[in-house]
């Protein structure tokens, strides 16, 4: 493994641990530091309130040089995320820096939520509903934010 990419995951965990930013959270699964899990919770007034989403993040060697695999496991409703849960997101793709850490991909993701992006979908449904009817749209993120309160 790794030992510049395990250091840089160690040092991502201890400042989320340290300073974690709102609504966000997330640690190594088990004892892989590669693996992470992560939870984030819907932004405040937006459709999303109240909603908790979980998502893996899995590192590869070359963190921070690459992104992480990024996947919500909770079920989404997103003009920006795929049905199998990965995220259509400038900052996993094309816009990645290793500047990023945790931290600000957890944040940028949550932004995401009540910012998505519709020229740019990678769910049409959503991003149809989202662009010509905003009202459908939220009732659909509020089916989802209610299952996420029950789901595992």
């Not at 493994?1 to 959270?25: E, H, V, W």
């Not at 991003?127 to 509020?142: I, M, Q």
Request: net charge negative.
């Amino acid at each position: 493994m790794s030992t510049a990419a395990k250091k840089r995951l160690m040092r991502d965990f201890k400042r989320l641990q340290q300073d974690p930013p709102a609504g966000i959270s997330g640690a190594p699964h088990d004892s892989n530091i590669m693996l992470w899990n992560a939870v984030i919770f819907g932004p405040d007034d937006t459709a999303w309130d109240g909603g908790t989403f979980k998502m893996t993040l899995q590192f590869s060697e070359d963190y921070p040089n690459k992104p992480p695999k990024v996947h919500f496991v909770s079920r989404m409703f997103h003009p920006n995320i795929y049905a199998d849960g990965s995220i259509c997101l400038d900052i996993l793709q094309n816009q990645w820096s290793p500047i990023y850490d945790v931290a600000a991909i957890l944040t940028s993701i949550q932004s995401l939520l009540s910012d998505p992006n519709p020229n740019s979908p990678a769910n049409s449904e959503a991003a149809r509903l989202f662009s010509e009817n905003k009202r459908d749209y939220n009732r659909k993120v509020r089916e989802i934010v209610e299952q996420s309160w029950t789901a595992d």
